[in-house]
């Protein structure tokens, strides 16, 4: 009963929470008559991107990369660096200070959201899953699913048999919060929902780092799977989950301080080289 109503009481915050966002003005507006989004390959770049959420605090200080269509590029630097940032405005939850940040060439902010949000998928640290079964949390990737697009999704999301597993299968509700599943089972549900979606375009934020070590390794192998034939875009801290990416970006302070391959990073026995190090220390320490 205790856990019932803690439940209940965070529901309340979270939906009191909700209502008091959606009061609030959009930070982003749609120009008016703004054409959607074309995607072709799905090439990202950021060209000399500020951004600052205050004027007392740039974030951002010229960013330029790029994602060429179909590879994936990963951004790792410590906390407060902007790496989560730039996820943001791709997502276009906020629009650059200055600079610009393009599609296939089409600046984010001349086309609309709607058609923008539509060609990214997102695998966040922690997904949100609503208290219903497991059938309509993958389904609500995409309203037109059937039956058999979503089983095929959770099989390439290596779920399904999970889900076959339980007596109610498909049916089982995964409580509030998906309460009923582990991190694991949640993240794989996440997987699955954004397959089903079939976005060109990838962004894992984060996506693994709430998990344990094993789950994270198996997690990470559905990852890169469901990124073949999509342009990636990784936000990590943890470097063992970016090792696979075509390039790696290091951010400090808003700024790029290094940029190549995993390889080609540690030779150079710069700023990447002395993280993944330092990671590498970390992991192989005794435990206390």
């Known amino acids: 009963m205790g856990l019932y109503i803690r439940e209940t009481r965070q529901a309340l915050v979270d939906m009191s929470e909700m209502f008091r966002l959606l009061e609030q003005p959009a930070e982003v507006l749609d120009k008016s008559g703004a054409p959607s989004l074309q995607v072709k390959g799905a090439r990202i770049e950021l060209r000399d991107v500020h951004f600052a959420y205050d004027s007392e605090r740039q974030i951002l200080k010229g960013v330029s990369l790029q ?101 109610l299968g498909y049916n089982t509700t995964v409580g509030e919060r998906g309460l009923k599943l582990s991190g694991g089972e949640k993240q794989r549900v996440g997987i699955a929902r954004t397959l089903l979606k079939n976005p060109p375009i990838l962004l894992l934020d984060e996506a693994t780092s709430a998990l344990d070590t094993e789950t994270e390794h198996e997690i990470q192998e ?67």
């Open 67 to 167: 994602v060429p269509a179909g590879k994936t590029l990963a951004i790792v630097g410590p906390s407060g660096s902007g790496k989560s940032t730039i996820g943001r405005l791709l997502f276009r939850f906020y629009d650059v200070s200055s600079g610009a940040l393009l599609v296939d060439s089409q600046d984010v902010r001349n086309v609309t959201q709607a058609s923008l949000h539509n060609a990214i998928g997102v695998v966040p640290q922690d997904t949100v899953l609503f208290n219903d079964t497991i059938y309509y949390n993958i389904a609500y990737g995409r309203a037109d699913a059937t039956q058999a697009d979503i089983e095929e999704a959770a099989k390439a999301a290596q779920i399904h048999d999970f889900v076959k597993s339980l007596p």
């Open 222 to 288: 559905s990852l890169i799977t469901m990124g073949q034939g999509r342009t990636v875009l990784i936000i990590a801290h943890r470097l063992s989950t970016v090792v696979h990416a075509d390039q790696i970006v290091v951010l400090e302070q808003g700024k790029v301080v290094e940029q190549g391959s995993h390889e080609e990073l540690l030779v150079k026995e710069g700023r990447y080289s002395h993280l993944w190090n330092l990671q590498l220390s970390d992991d192989i320490s005794p435990a206390a």
